[in-house]
């Protein structure tokens, strides 16, 4: 069974920083690419930014220049570092991984974290 523990949220002030993490544990094989969703109440949930397993990265427009994502192999952890906080930004944020476990070392699927909340407010 694989678990993605995330960590990091909560309420900022406009203009602020928040630095989201999440550990990938379980009866890994291999994780290839992982990234951060968010969904705000009343809207679809969004690819904020991804990262493959090489590094190569892919951000949202509305977050570019903002934030950025990085990965730690060794440890299966992804962050997700937010500068520059808007309003908007606020939403449940979830960390999702493409990955292959031992139980089927020739099948990818995605898993993903509970959800972490972040608020962005004065």
């Known amino acids: 069974q694989v678990q993605l523990a995330e960590s990091g949220g909560g309420l900022v002030q406009p203009g602020g920083s928040l630095r989201l993490s999440c550990a990938a544990s379980?009866?890994?094989?291999?994780?290839?690419?992982m990234g951060w969703y968010r969904q705000a109440p009343g809207k679809q949930r969004e690819l904020v930014a991804r990262?493959?397993?090489?590094?190569?990265?892919r951000y949202a427009d509305s977050v570019k220049g903002r934030f950025t994502i990085s990965r730690d192999n060794a440890k299966k952890t992804v962050y997700l570092q937010m500068n520059s906080l808007k309003p908007e930004d606020t939403a449940v944020y979830y960390c999702?991984?493409?990955?292959?476990?031992?139980?089927?070392?020739?099948?990818?699927?995605?898993?993903w974290g509970q959800g972490t909340q972040v608020t962005v407010s004065s």
């Open positions: 379980g009866n890994i094989f291999r994780l290839n690419a």
């Open positions: 999702n991984a493409a990955l292959i476990d031992w139980t089927a070392t020739t099948v990818e699927y995605d898993a």
């Open positions: 990262i493959g397993s090489g590094g190569t990265t």
